[in-house]
Every structure is written in structure tokens, then in C-alpha cells.
């Protein structure tokens, strides 16, 4: 059976960091500006840290326009799916 990981509230803080600063150096500080923003929430609830970055996230895969490299895109995507899992975990284990 595959491993669950985690996704870690340090982790992504620090991913939204980097990734605030990679997009502001390419000149998309709309976008940058929303990942700071939503890195705020970072000392509040996890839930709401998740949604939060979940929407900046996908507000950034919609409107980067191919400004992320291949690898930068991939860990974007990567990121949205461990936020969706661990909503998915949170939910199902407020069910039982």
C-alpha cells in the first residue's frame, strides 16, 4: 500500500515564500502579491491557511501565462493536489 504524506503548514509556508519571490522577479507582482497575502494566514487555523493558499495557488496556474518553467508548474500542481488531500483527509475524518 502507497504511503500517505502530509502536507506540513511549514512546508508550504516557506513554498509560498519562494514562490511569491520567483514570481515578483519575473515581474508578476499581482500574482506575488496574492501568494503574501494568503501567506499571512500561516499563524491562524490550517484550514483556512489551506484555502487560502489553494486559491492564490490556482489563481496563479490560471494567470502566470507560462512564466513558470516545467518544474515550477509541476511543484505548482503537486502543491494543489497535497492541499486537495489533505482537505480530503480532514473532511473524511470529521465524518467518522
Known amino acids: 500500500m502507497r504511503e500517505q504524506s502530509y502536507i506540513l503548514a511549514g512546508d508550504l509556508y516557506q513554498y509560498v515564500v519562494s514562490l511569491a519571490q520567483t514570481l515578483r522577479e519575473k515581474g508578476l507582482k499581482d500574482l506575488s502579491a496574492k501568494l503574501e497575502a494568503a501567506s499571512q494566514f500561516a499563524s491562524g487555523s490550517s ?33 494543489l493536489k497535497n492541499i486537495d488531500r489533505e482537505f480530503n483527509r480532514v473532511n473524511s475524518a470529521n465524518r467518522d
Open 47 to 79: 484550514s483556512e491557511f489551506l484555502g487560502e493558499v489553494r486559491l492564490a495557488l490556482q489563481a496563479v496556474k490560471e494567470a502566470h501565462g507560462g512564466a513558470l518553467s516545467n518544474a515550477e508548474d509541476f511543484k505548482l500542481q503537486s502543491m
